[in-house]
């Protein structure tokens, strides 16, 4: 049995990767490889990594520049006897990969975003400053320690081959994937909006995921302000939390909606606030594959999304959605509009959007990713 590690240097506790991990300990069956997860956890995150038969190492020592970290690590990795080291963050890369090294043990780098984006798009001092030095450093190492980068989105992995931060012969493409049995085909949609008490001539649209800057939230709620007049019963739901809820609180207010938008904080369980909206919206700075975006379409929900990372590759504009340009608050407000004004092209969005989920399931993810840890491991023997 070898056993792989998976390496993250923030807090795991719900959001893509993970959800991404959490899908790989799912789908990748316990007689073919055993897993340990060496990162900080919430206890949340602990307890169902370990029910699918995971190991759990909590480390948080990932200072890039402290060499101890490195030897504690490997360590680590060599006290565990691990077999393959896979790591989910550009940060927790750097030690992550010398660890490897130091230790003989074959390295692979999923990249959910590019190291780019390190600091999102803050344009301070320090935040070029470090930027650059994790793009260089990040540059260095996907050449010479790295025996492959997957990358979750296409564009991503393009984007880095032309810029040279990556090599083309040790980089593909494994798109996200997500549990499709969790979403019922037979729901009773007007069923689960009663729950929420809505009205019936009530329009929602929905966002899920973490509040912050990346996300383009200030730009939903001032296209919403501005559909207003010409559309009613609009709700705008933010299902999450984050650093900027308390600014988009006052943004509400400001624009004087405050009384249409609902912050219902972090839900483990995003499936009934599919279900009872009418449209997902990801206004997006910057994504790579968002996995919501794929629950929004098994969920049968027509998306608006802006033209960044892949999301124009998972919703095709006009097919499953409609797709705007970033940052372009007048076409996000037409596209929400044309969406809640038009039901016929509603119901047949939602009916691909459900077909178009299918190409996205993590048991095929994980296979594929299972493939690779076996190619990786048989060239160490």
């Known amino acids: 049995m070898k056993t792989i590690a998976l390496l993250y240097e923030r807090e795991l506790d719900y959001g893509g990767v993970e959800s991404h991990i959490l899908a790989l300990l799912r789908c990748i069956g316990q007689d073919q490889f055993s897993f340990v997860v060496i990162s900080p956890v919430s206890m949340r995150f602990q307890q169902q990594a370990q029910s699918m038969g995971a190991k759990v190492v909590p480390f948080a020592h990932w200072a890039v520049f402290n060499p101890l970290v490195i030897f504690e690590l490997a360590n680590i990795l060599k006290r565990e006897a691990v077999d393959l080291v896979h790591i989910h963050s550009p940060i927790a890369a750097v030690p992550g990969r010398l660890a490897a090294r130091r230790l003989g043990l074959p390295a692979l780098v999923t990249v959910h975003l590019p190291v780019t984006r390190y600091h999102g798009i803050r344009q301070t001092f320090k935040a070029r400053f470090g930027r650059w030095i994790y793009v260089n450093i990040d540059r260095l190492m996907n050449r010479t320690l790295t025996d492959l980068l997957v990358y979750v989105a ?70 919403t302000a501005h ?14 939390d984050g650093p900027i809820r308390t600014e988009l609180e006052r943004l509400a207010t400001k624009l004087g909606i405050d009384e249409r938008v609902k912050f219902w904080g972090f839900q483990a369980q995003v499936e009934r606030y599919l279900y009872a909206s009418d449209i997902f919206a990801l206004p997006s700075r910057y994504e790579g594959m968002p996995i919501v975006l794929l629950e929004a379409l098994a969920a049968g929900i027509p998306c608006v999304v802006s033209r960044v990372g892949d999301n124009d590759l998972v919703v095709e504009d006009g097919k499953q959605g409609l797709v705007v340009p970033p940052n372009d608050m007048i076409a996000l407000s037409k596209a929400l509009s044309l969406l809640l004004l038009s039901p016929e092209m509603h119901r047949q969005m939602s009916e691909a959007a459900i077909r178009r989920s299918e190409d996205f399931s993590d048991e095929r993810m994980a296979e594929r990713l299972a493939e690779v840890y076996q190619a990786l491991l048989s060239k160490r023997r």
């Open 154 to 223: 296409q564009s991503i992995r393009d984007e880095s081959i032309a810029a040279k931060l990556s090599l083309e012969k040790k980089s593909i493409v494994i798109p996200n994937g997500i549990d499709l049995a969790k979403f019922q085909r037979s729901v009773d949609r007007e069923e689960v909006r009663r729950s929420f008490n809505l009205r019936p001539e009530a329009k929602v649209i929905t966002f899920i995921g973490r509040l912050d800057e990346q996300k383009g939230l200030n730009l939903l709620l001032e296209a």
């Open 227 to 240: 559909l207003l007049p010409d559309v009613e019963g609009v709700e705008v739901w933010l299902v999450g």
